[in-house]
């Protein structure tokens, strides 16, 4: 066992070391050796130093350089040191982090996390949270607790009862809303198309003034972070109108939540701590291993309603935090190990300054490629950039060129029925000389192209 994890360790270390030199996609030839991986199931085993050879061999050069710090497709943190070496003692840990009387060290990381991440993020202390796979099932886990609330309100439990015959609740979304919370809805029993979508601006932003609310017992979508633009919904405006009311209001904020590290570019948000939940992802923004995603929710006794569960075997409920009293998931890996070792590594100014950098760096490919004369599509105002090269095809074609030029990796997007492509500054080792390098490449290829 020494001798194979150490030379595991030597192994990654020298894939991590190679990240920031070689091209970001894999040559033809690597990815073509996908394919000598073994189809044939084995009978007899074989040793794990030849399984993890097999694995380095082929895996590593077939795989696109996701954690490298020139990777800017979709919405991609990488790693930092402290958390991909935490994921692996923790693995080797092994724990169940469903319950506290089994893994305790475990339990009290996740619950320092929570507290921490409470903090960074502006949110009600008291909040209770859900350590989760990513957004998508903290958008589903912070929807069920609003589930449970909002029907608990009106007599009904639903977790007893189901959905059929319940009070109506009425879904609002806007025209921007990412499909996991659709997804989510669904998985719910809302239905995915059972909703009514309040139209956005230019940014993908709600429009206040097109919210229509009634009496009816109500769960708000809101979001913090287009995945295009960078925009946010006016949740503290949203959390005034429905005070008083029978609304939930929840936030899909995967990434943009974490602006709020920032002192100055906190700003923007403030008002979201008056909203009912948040789902946010660790594995994006905070630069922890995937996968990892925190739900929050304001009423913590919600939360730990929708999900807990009871059995013989299973601990009685005491004064202990009993991790799986809160998540979907009973027996699961330790999520929260990797987070606190990230938040302790960077502490809470450098996240925000981290947040910060990545902001100006977006900003700085936005300059640089309007300065060459291409199209902005919209301001930037977090770590996202639109970038259009002219018609579809023209797009299409420089995107390709790009990703097989391999200095950098951005993918393609529709934005507002215009193609284009997006760029989105996520991960902690990016330099402002990746980024240079990045432009420059961007340029190169894309006059050569047109
Ligand atoms: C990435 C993202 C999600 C989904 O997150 P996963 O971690 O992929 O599950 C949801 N909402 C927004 C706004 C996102 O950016």
């Known amino acids: 066992m020494n001798k194979l994890l150490s030379d595991t360790a030597i192994r990654a270390a020298r894939y991590l070391a190679t990240l920031p030199e070689r091209p970001v996609t894999p040559s033809r030839e690597a990815l073509a050796a996908i394919a000598d991986f073994p189809e044939a199931l084995p009978n007899d085993g074989a040793s794990p130093e030849t399984v993890v050879a097999l694995l380095d061999q082929i895996g590593s050069p077939a795989s696109i350089a996701n954690a490298g710090p020139r990777f800017f497709g979709f919405v991609t943190g990488g790693a930092t040191p402290a958390s991909l070496a935490a994921n692996w003692l923790a693995s080797a840990w ?10 305790p060290a475990v339990a009290r990381l996740e619950e320092l996390s929570r507290r921490w991440l409470l903090d960074i993020l502006g949110l009600p202390p008291a909040s ?14 912070a929807l069920a607790a609003a589930r449970h609330a909002i029907l608990a309100r009106e007599n009904w439990n639903v977790e007893a009862a189901g959905l059929f015959g319940a009070p109506d609740v009425n879904v609002i979304v806007s025209k921007e809303t990412h499909p996991s919370v659709f997804k ?9 198309d059972r909703v009514t979508a309040v139209p956005t601006d230019s940014l993908g932003q709600m429009q206040l003034d097109k919210l229509v609310l009634t009496d009816a017992p109500t769960i708000i979508c809101a979001q913090v972070g287009n995945v295009n633009t960078g925009g946010s919904d006016p949740v503290g405006e949203i959390a005034k109108r429905i005070a008083g009311s029978n609304a939930w209001l929840h936030v ?17 948000l403030n008002g979201i701590e008056h909203a009912d939940s948040w789902a946010t992802d660790a594995h994006k923004w905070l630069n922890v291993p995937y996968d990892s995603g925190v739900a929050f929710v304001k009423d913590a006794q919600a939360l730990k309603q929708a999900m ?9 409920e005491g004064s202990v935090r009993n991790p799986s009293d809160f998540t979907p998931e009973l027996s699961r890996r330790a999520r929260g190990v990797e987070i606190w070792a990230a938040v302790s590594e960077l502490g809470k100014t450098g996240i925000g300054a981290m947040v910060e950098r990545h902001c100006d760096q977006a900003r700085r490919f936005a300059d640089g490629l309007a300065e060459a004369g291409y199209d902005i599509l919209c301001p930037v105002t977090m770590n996202q950039v639109l970038v259009s090269f002219g018609s579809t095809a023209e797009n299409r074609r420089v995107i390709e060129a790009i990703q097989e030029e391999g200095t950098c990796w951005c993918g393609i997007t529709k934005w507002q029925s215009q ?19 990045s432009l420059a490449a961007i340029l190169r290829v894309a006059a050569a192209v047109l």
């Open 94 to 103: 092994d724990q169940n982090a469903a319950m506290e009387a089994v893994t």
């Open 128 to 141: 209770g949270a859900a350590f989760v796979t990513g957004a998508t099932v903290a958008n589903f886990t």
């Open 184 to 192: 989510s809805l669904g998985l719910l029993g809302f239905g995915r």
């Open 252 to 268: 899909d904020g995967a990434f943009g939540l974490w602006l709020r590290a920032s002192e100055r570019l906190g700003a923007n």
């Open 308 to 316: 807990a569960i009871s059995a013989a075997y299973l601990p009685l």
């Open 419 to 437: 193609t284009a492509m997006r760029i989105s500054v996520c991960n902690h080792m990016t330099s402002d000389d990746d980024v240079e390098l």
